[in-house]
């Protein structure tokens, strides 16, 4: 079991940038992919970007790419999403991942949300 809590979201004009940050309870945290997603009221939860167990390996969506880093630091069990260049259409819920399988489509472990807001 692995329980996630996501901190670091706000406010912040467009252009901007912004820290998320997950951390995840349990010994066996090094040993889960994690991944970041974000969801806007009313539509499907989309893929932000992964992170393998060991963080060699990332991926990304390309409405994200050159703009995001995703990171971990397995002694303190997070996970970061730093967000720069932020636009208005960026904002949405995002929600911190785990799964053992950093290829999966379906992720085990979910937290609970952070909103992001920029504005215009």
């Known amino acids: 079991q692995v329980q996630l809590v996501e901190s670091g979201g706000g406010l912040v004009q467009a252009g901007g940038s912004l820290g998320l940050s997950c951390a995840a309870s349990?010994?066996?945290?090094?040993?889960?992919?994690m991944g970041w997603f974000r969801q806007a009221p009313g539509k499907e939860r989309e893929f932000v970007a992964a992170?393998?167990?060991?963080?060699?390996?990332?991926r990304y969506a390309d409405s994200v790419k050159g703009r995001f880093t995703i990171s971990r630091d397995n002694a303190k069990n997070t996970v970061t999403l730093q967000m720069n260049k932020l636009k208005p259409e960026d904002t949405v819920v995002y929600y911190c991942?785990?799964?053992?399988?950093?290829?999966?489509?379906?992720?085990?472990?979910w937290g609970q949300g952070t909103q992001v807001t920029v504005s215009s």
């Open positions: 992170i393998s167990w060991s963080g060699v390996n990332t």
């Open positions: 991942a785990a799964d053992n399988n950093y290829r999966t489509t379906r992720w085990d472990y």
């Open positions: 349990g010994r066996t945290f090094s040993s889960y992919a």
